[in-house]
């Protein structure tokens, strides 16, 4: 007998294009059977939600080691098991980064109990610095399922060229957090009418473009698979979708935030505001949001970045940059369906087949003996964003007052309930 | 309307601000009904005695978070001269940065107990900050790149006594507009006013999107000067040239300083203003700085003047709250 039956969900995996209301029976963590009148040793009642694959965020910063007062693995697996994801994968801009082995190894070991499982992403470079190649097979080896210097562009060229060229063997994508620190210069918000009228120094999107540009012809001279991180302008679109057309091995994934708002949006000097890449143009919102429709960006991804609130209340221009999106994210992108902008089935392989395959994770789909991650979801239940109540450590949300539309209610992680009702099983 | 002064009536303002934190959020009416208000303090400070009870009893603090001398001597002049007590607050921008935040700074002032705040501070935004967290009258003297409007009233102030007018003026801002506050709050409330506005300087200079201010865009002064009433030249940072911006002082000077040979390209009658501190040779010509067009001493002058309103006035908005 399974252990576990979702009954009478509106069931949608995008992987195997079903979007049938029926049960899933769960057994051992894996799949057991997709179909009606299923019974197990517990069932769920699923009648009016959405069932589907658990969500996989490739892009989270779980702040563990050395940041814990913002957030931990533990808090930040809660975190993600309220927001119906199953799958995180933490950047290494940890302190000390995670640039060897046995950091990651200690990562991976530390979240193994954990409500959802956690995937580091290894340091392209030694600290970050930009200077010299991190162990990069010891870190794969330990469990790495890519590679990236997020929060910094990789501005020696040749150093970048380098570690595309060093990272073929171990069949991982390099993830760029694209950025020309000159161009970026001391910028804090997007450069146009509204940073001119704030006061407040640009960051044209040309700062992101140019090292897009760079690293594809980069992927296309190494043959590396590149993933270009929290894409958010028209021009890194256009690179993207060309390159892609020109058959290189070129993803991107882009966040809620970019997905729904733009720099005019922003309250004057809101640091729960200021992220990078920053909130662009309606343009580039446009851009995006099209990309995520044809698929040329494939995944959705956070880019959840918590700080305590004693280092956002500061002004705008010495704020860090960062947002955090774990628990909103779901609630925000489902606007794009009722916009009419993509379909529920194509939003949900964005958010779990999607990234799956661009990271070749196991997981992302519904399939008999799948690993038994899952998303239920309620997408008509409307809630209030109230940071406090927030799993995460850190309140650092531009959605935090807003009403969103679509809340996860119950998130199950290789069979484990580990969010029922919305409320996190082993927390509280 | 000095009577008025010496023994003020309460009377209804045009305007329900708490605070004065940028010209944008200012009416035609509100900046007019200051400019008045000014002309009476004026009057006052060509008196012998120059001294008015208005004040008495009320403390304020002039919080610079940022070196001025100007603004800082001007705003004390001023409250000193209606009879506050003025209590200068003082921090280096450095050791903020290190430590306090801008919230402590806030209720470390609210704490004190004073009835009028004004504040200075090297971060765009941190006036609204203030005001937001504070109950007392906020009075912003300078946020980082954004705004500094009581250096805007003084300015049309020192214009509308030169030229008798605002509303139809041709003027003409030269220099580092990117980094400029006191462009930034001049062309806002310009365009209020109506007064046709034009900018001048290298695109290195220029903000994005500046032609949303309304102004029309120059790169060469004597496009831009063709008959302007008044062209204000503003102060040169001269560290700016590291940041690439321009080349050098000197070809800079070459381009975009302010020389008699330009004047002639302008309207009868043009004046110059400049904010100070002047680098003389770099934004003006020696000889022009001193000559009869400049009205940079009444600028200061008006300074104090439009401070002196600025002060009475929110703090009168505030006591009447109470
Ligand atoms: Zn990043």
């Given at each position: 007998m399974p252990d576990l039956v979702l009954k009478n969900g509106r069931v949608i995996d995008p992987a195997h294009a079903i979007d049938a209301t029926t049960d899933i029976a769960i057994r051992h963590g894996r799949i057991a059977a997709l179909g009606d009148g299923l019974d197990g040793a517990e069932s769920i009642d699923c009648t009016g939600l959405v069932v589907c694959p658990g969500l996989i965020d490739l892009h989270v910063h779980?702040?563990?080691?050395?940041?814990e007062w913002k957030e931990d693995l533990l808090s930040g697996g809660r975190a993600a098991a309220a927001g119906g994801f199953t799958t995180v994968c933490c950047m290494p801009n940890t302190l000390p980064t995670n640039d060897t082995g046995a950091i990651t190894r200690d990562m991976v070991e530390r979240a193994a109990d954990g409500p959802v499982r956690i995937l580091p992403v290894g340091a392209i470079t030694r600290g970050l610095a930009g200077e010299a190649l991190a162990e990069i097979g010891e870190m794969v080896t330990a469990g790495a399922v890519a590679i990236s210097d997020d929060g910094c562009g990789v501005q020696d060229s040749h150093l970048m060229r380098r570690a595309m060229e060093y990272a073929?063997?171990?069949?991982i994508p390099v993830v760029i957090h694209p950025q020309d620190d000159h161009l970026f210069?001391?910028?804090?918000?997007?450069?146009g009418w509204r940073a001119t009228e704030l006061g407040l120094a640009g960051i044209p999107s040309a700062a992101e473009d140019v090292q897009i540009d760079r690293d594809i012809r980069l992927s296309a001279l190494t043959g590396t698979p590149l993933h270009v991180a929290h894409l958010s302008t028209t021009g890194g679109v256009e690179l993207v979708r060309r390159a892609q057309g020109a058959g290189l091995l070129v993803s991107a994934e882009v966040t809620p935030h970019h997905l729904l708002l733009t720099?005019?949006?922003?309250?004057?000097?809101?640091?729960?505001?200021?992220?990078?890449p920053p909130l662009r143009s309606a343009a580039d919102r446009e851009a995006v949001v099209a990309a995520l429709a044809d698929g040329t960006i494939q995944a959705i991804a956070t880019d959840h970045a918590p700080h305590a609130p004693e280092e956002k209340e500061r002004p705008f221009d010495d704020a860090p940059f960062g947002v955090i999106g774990l628990e909103t994210c779901l609630g925000v992108v489902l606007a794009l369906v009722r916009e009419g902008r993509i379909s529920l089935a194509d939003l949900i392989h964005r958010l779990t087949a999607g990234p799956a395959r661009l990271f070749g994770l196991d997981g992302g789909h519904l399939g008999v003996?799948?690993?038994?991650d899952l998303c239920c979801f309620d997408p008509e239940a409307r809630w209030r964003v109230e940071?406090?109540?927030?799993?995460?450590?850190?309140?650092?949300?531009?959605?935090?007052?807003r009403e969103l539309t679509g809340r996860p209610l119950h998130t199950i992680t290789g069979g484990r309930v580990v969010c029922r009702d919305g409320a996190v099983t082993d927390a509280r | 309307m000095a009577e008025t002064i010496d023994t003020p009536a309460p009377k209804a303002l045009p305007f329900a601000h708490t605070?004065?934190?940028?010209?944008?959020?200012?009416t035609a009416k509100e900046i007019r009904f200051l400019l008045d208000q000014a002309e009476s303090f004026h009057e006052i400070n060509e008196r012998?005695?120059?001294?008015?009870?208005?004040?008495?009893g009320a403390t304020i603090m002039d919080c610079f978070f940022e070196p001025s001398t100007r603004t800082r001597s001007s705003f004390e002049l001023a409250g000193k001269r209606l009879s506050a007590d003025v209590i200068n607050f003082s921090a280096a921008a450095s050791s903020l940065k290190k430590g306090e935040s801008l919230r402590d700074t806030a209720r470390t002032l609210a704490a004190m107990g004073t009835d009028l705040i004004v504040v200075r501070h090297p971060a765009s935004g941190a006036a609204a900050y203030l005001a937001h967290e504070l109950e007392v009258p906020v009075i912003n003297a300078g946020d980082g790149c954004h705004a500094h409007p009581t250096q805007a009233l003084l300015d049309l102030f020192t214009l509308r006594r030169a030229?008798?007018?605002?509303?139809g003026l041709k003027v003409a801002i030269v220099g580092?507009?990117?980094?400029?506050r006191v462009a930034r709050s001049n062309l806002l409330a310009m365009r209020t006013l109506g007064v046709e506005t034009r900018v001048c300087a290298p695109p290195t200079l220029l903000p994005a999107a500046?032609?949303?201010?309304?102004c029309r865009v120059f790169y060469r002064m004597a496009d831009a000067i063709e008959g302007v009433d008044a062209i204000m030249m503003l102060r040169i940072q001269r560290e700016r040239q590291g940041g690439g911006a321009f080349p050098s002082l000197r070809e800079y000077a070459h381009n975009y300083c302010l020389t008699r040979s330009h004047l002639?390209?302008?309207?009868?009658g043009c004046v110059v203003l400049h904010p100070g501190p002047i680098n003389r040779g770099v934004e003006l010509a020696h000889d022009l700085a001193d000559g009869?067009?400049?009205?940079i001493l009444d600028q200061v002058t008006a300074g104090v003047a439009v401070r002196m309103a600025v002060l009475y006035l929110f703090w009168q908005q505030h006591g009447s709250r109470q």
């Open positions: 779980l702040r563990d080691p050395g940041q073929k063997p171990f069949e210069g001391h910028g804090v918000m997007n450069e720099d005019t949006d922003m309250p004057a000097y809101d640091p729960d505001w200021k992220m990078s003996g799948a690993r038994a940071p406090e109540r927030f799993y995460s450590k850190s309140r650092n949300c531009p959605w935090a007052g | 605070d004065l934190l940028d010209t944008a959020e200012l012998q005695v120059k001294k008015v009870p208005t004040l008495r030229l008798g007018r605002l509303s580092d507009i990117t980094h400029s500046v032609e949303r201010y309304g002639a390209l302008a309207a009868p009869p067009e400049s009205r």
